[in-house]
């Protein structure tokens, strides 16, 4: 959730798991035997190296990432900061009756959701046809240089990206410029919160649908080449090869992270909204992690907002779960394997 | 031109150039704001004022803005900010995180299981937002750089992409160099390091990346504008308009001398915010798909 954090895409959000439960599994073989056989002792002694390795990761993920979720319980107090955690006064589930009556709550979720819910249909399938396209292409120089060109700005910052679309769409913006100079009004549709939720889908889509298509890239060099040779040799056009062929080959990848999007429902990115939520408005562009932001850190309310993050982070875990649990009933592995 | 196979035929001529202007198309869809963008921050006063706006034909460059920017002031410390945090988080990120992976990547070690779970259950949550800023500040860290630094040191994502790549490397390379009685540090040092470039070249610029681009650890965090990285100030002076008042730029100019249009100045800080990565990328790039994705999918 913090920004900090690198940004994967799509790609990584699949096959890093993935990977990590096939070598788990080797990891238990091994585990089982060596256990029954070395005494603790002797076990220490044989990987103390590769445990002081380890400790510095995991002295670092536990203070910064599990030691704040004990902190989650102000969300059952009236906290303050001058009280403290120890000593403010607990108020039960009060904080979250308030959060449920509250409208501008169910606004952001109601954002959130459709935010989600448009990108679904306009962002996701167009990393699929981008690198069917780029599998296309067969000279391999000019496919590395195209590559390379759309997976760039997955590395920029979203305040580069938003920046550039206001120099290109904005008021005094490219596009307001050559209306003007054609003498039509000129537009800006920086600030605009009808066509706001377009606006954010574009600005996703030019960042990271060339990153997108790694995964499915890699899927598509996966498909055995004999498979179009056959089908051509049967007589197959170029497009029944890719509806017959192609296509079935990335449904397994598809479906997951379909079914992984909808897990993460609840997070469309929050600096892309938090940069764009004052020209826009808070009707429009207020998204779950912005109305925790603005809620707490500029009035105050340090357990309503603790609340809302809990609410959020635990709907959105029982969601990751359902739709890992879905994942599996289509034979995928998700994000963990199933043990 | 390569070969084709010998059944696919030659693509029609129609299809060959709807492909070709789709590619170009996209192509130019990324690179002509970053053109507009480099372009303007080059421009004169005059030009800038002929074109309305963003300069699309090249005329005559200045590198004046650069020179107020870089003559100290705001600009110039958040760009000494920005690198300094990358390149001690990098450092720091890089390190921990290679270590960790290798002490994760031989199963059945000592509590390899139970430290491996603690990483992977950090993909299902995060944590949280209003409890981060509370360690945060009870640690004191608000208003340090450190902020910026230790939150996202570790990324779990990063860990096991680097785990899984180890974990491909033949047990015999490396059992070989533990009869000859090499600690794992050394293993590690001169064995699998070496073997592992192309990945850790990717990690790292994931890693750097990640910080060069922080923005809201930075907003969250960070009260005092004097330790304000470039993102912020990019969003500040550019996104939001505020004005750059000369000196706070940099120094007063030399009389007689005029300012660089202020358009020239905000676009050269977003140039100079995009600088690092295209600089950095191209060496990275190549090894994306074959370092990470690869690796990562085989497990």
Redesign the interface.
Known sequence: ????????GP???L??????????D??????R???TRQP?SS??K?????????????A?????????????V?AFQDYS?YVG?KDSPWVGLSNFQWLLLDESFWDATLNTLSITAFQLIFYFPVPIM?AV?LD?????R?R?F?Q??????H??????V???F???FGG???LS?TL??QGYDGIDLMTNPDTFIALVTAETI?KDA?WGT??F??ALAAIN?NL??AA??DGAS?WRRMWHITLPGLRPIIILLLILRLGEALNVG??QF??QR?AVGRDAAEVL?TF??WR??LTGE?SY??AA??VK?LV??IL??VANKVAHRFGEDG??KRS | ??T??P???RPSRAGGLV?GL??TL??L???F??Y??VLTSLSTQEAVTE????V?VPGELSFAAYGELFSGGVVSRSVMVSLGVTLVGTTISL???V??A???S????????P??F???L??????????????I?SLGLIDTYWS?I????????????M??FF?NIPAEVTDSARVDGA???RI?LRLVLPMSKGVTAVIG???A?????????A??YLNDNAKWPL??V??QY???GQSLIVGQTGNTTIAGQPLPPSLAIQ?AI?VI??LP??FV??FV??H??KG????????
Not at chain 1, 136 to 140: I, K
Request: glycine share 8%; charged share 10%; with cysteine.
């Open positions: 959730m913090l920004s900090d954090r690198v940004r994967t790609a990584g959000d096959t890093s798991p993935a990977g990590a439960g096939t070598s788990k080797v990891g238990k073989k091994a585990a035997t060596s256990r603790l076990r220490l044989r990987d103390w190296q590769l445990l002081l390795m380890t400790l510095p990761a995991i670092l993920l536990l203070v910064f990432h599990y030691v704040p979720l004990l902190g989650n102000i900061p955690m981008l396209l296309s292409v067969v000279r391999p000019l590395l195209v390379g060109i759309v997976y760039m700005p590395f920029f910052s979203w305040v580069l938003v920046t550039l206001q120099q290109m005094a913006g490219v410029q003007r100079n030019w060339g790694i995964i890239l890699a080449q179009y040779e051509a040799v170029r929050f600096e938090f940069l004052d992690d925790v932001y707490t850190l340090w907002g603790a993050g809990l982070g959105g875990l990751i779960l994000i963990y | 031109m390569t084709l196979p059944w696919a035929e492909k789709l590619l996209i192509t869809c990324v690179l704001p970053i507009m963008v074109a309305g706006g963003l699309t390190t921990v995180t270590l960790a290798y002490g994760l031989r199963p059945g070690s000592l509590l390899h299981r430290m491996l603690l990483v992977l950090t993909f299902l949550f995060g944590p949280g937002m209003i409890p981060s800023y509370l360690l500040s910026l230790l939150p996202g040191a570790v990324a779990a994502f990063n860990l096991v992409v785990r899984s974990m600690s794992e540090f590690l610029l994931f890693y990346v990640g910080y060069w681009n922080s923005f809201f650890n907003v969250l993102q912020v990019l969003r550019v996104l939001q676009m977003v915010a995009l990565v295209l990328y191209p790039q190549r994306f798909t990470v994705i690869i690796g990562a999918i085989k497990g």
